[in-house]
């Protein structure tokens, strides 16, 4: 029986992961079926430091495969601001929100360009070995929120593609383009292929 433990305990995050896995591991668990809490410090200026170091500590901790991202939102206008810092932005998704709408007050649409990137760390425990996968989208910046589904920026982060922000997408529509859900595609491909 193939075990994963996604690194996350976040429930969408979780489902969302789980789903596009679903094939190829048979037992999945998220940080929240353990007792005990394995505290990881993200402290590198990189997603991909933190990212390898939250899979190893946890995969090593539990002794079974682990999956697990870290992501940011880098604004072309504030230097790649907020970026690994993303999550640290601001206590609540909305103090998050409003902190970079009020650093982008004036600033014109086409200079509102931002990216949106996804790493992530699948390490095996046997063989001390963590392997990368990255994801990214390009978009813009609103100047107000728009839509109320999903979490974090999604209100205001425009896609040209779509028209939309993904705060107005379908759960489905943003999984299958966002930059999670393009480094999960990889992953996925790589599982596929290394089965072969
Ligand atoms: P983390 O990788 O889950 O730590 O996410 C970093 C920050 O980016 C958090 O503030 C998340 O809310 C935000 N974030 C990550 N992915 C998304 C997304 O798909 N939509 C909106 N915000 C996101």
């Not at 505290?39 to 539990?62: H, M, Q, T, W």
């Not at 999956?67 to 790649?80: H, P, Y």
């Amino acid at each position: 029986m193939r075990q994963i433990v996604i690194a996350t305990s976040n429930t969408g995050k979780f489902k969302e992961i789980r789903d596009v896995l679903a094939d190829a591991f048979d037992r999945f668990y998220s940080l929240n079926d353990f007792d005990e809490k394995v505290l990881v410090e993200e402290d590198s200026p990189l997603y991909v430091e933190n990212v390898i170091k939250k899979a190893r500590k946890i995969g090593d901790r539990f002794g079974i495969e682990t999956i697990a991202d870290d992501s940011g939102l880098e604004v072309e206008a504030l230097g790649g601001r907020p970026g690994v810092l993303s999550a640290r932005y601001g206590d609540t998704d909305d103090e998050r929100i409003a902190r970079l709408l009020s650093e982008l007050e004036g600033v014109e649409w086409k200079k509102r360009g931002a990216v949106f990137k996804a790493y992530l760390a699948f390490y095996i425990p046997e063989r001390e070995v963590s392997y990368v996968f990255y994801g990214a989208l390009s978009g813009y910046i609103t100047f107000e929120k728009r839509g109320d589904q999903g979490f974090g920026y999604d209100p205001v982060f425009y896609v040209p593609e779509y028209d939309k922000a993904f705060a107005e997408l379908t759960m489905e529509v943003k999984n299958s383009i966002s930059h999670r859900g393009r480094a999960l595609h990889a992953f996925s491909k790589f599982l596929n292929a290394v089965k072969k």
